[in-house]
């Protein structure tokens, strides 16, 4: 069983930067993709960022050029760096891993193992 634990979350003003980190339990496969998802009040679970093996790197249009993924598998970590935020961005971000195909990245029930979650809130 993996656990996932997600930190950094909080309040900025619009136009700031916050860093996300998700530390996992043990060793996830390099086939597997660790993705953040985020869900706003009302709103469907959608995902902002995946990464797989540290190099495969993929983003929802929303955050391109402003969020950015990284791993550090000697840390058991996943990070997800956000900068310009926007009040749109405010929501509960959770981390999550074991989706193994491309194509299906953003789907949630592709993947295993989830985290509790943390807040990030943009204020206008």
């Known amino acids: 069983q993996v656990q996932l634990t997600e930190s950094g979350g909080g309040s900025v003003q619009a136009g700031g930067s916050l860093r996300l980190s998700c530390a996992h339990s043990?060793?996830?496969?390099?086939?597997?993709?660790m993705t953040w998802f985020r869900q706003a009040p009302g709103k469907e679970r959608e995902a902002v960022a995946g990464?797989?093996?540290?190099?495969?790197?993929l983003y929802v249009d929303s955050v391109k050029g402003r969020f950015s993924i990284s791993q550090d598998n000697n840390r058991n970590a996943v990070y997800l760096e956000m900068n310009s935020l926007k009040p749109e961005d405010t929501a509960i971000y959770y981390c999550?891993?074991?989706?193994?195909?491309?194509?299906?990245?953003?789907?949630?029930?592709?993947?295993?193992?989830w985290g509790q979650g943390a807040q990030v809130t943009v204020s206008s």
């Open positions: 990464i797989r093996d540290s190099v495969e790197k």
């Open positions: 043990s060793h996830i496969d390099s086939r597997a993709f």
């Open positions: 999550a891993a074991g989706a193994l195909y491309r194509k299906k990245w953003e789907l949630a029930r592709e993947y295993i193992y």
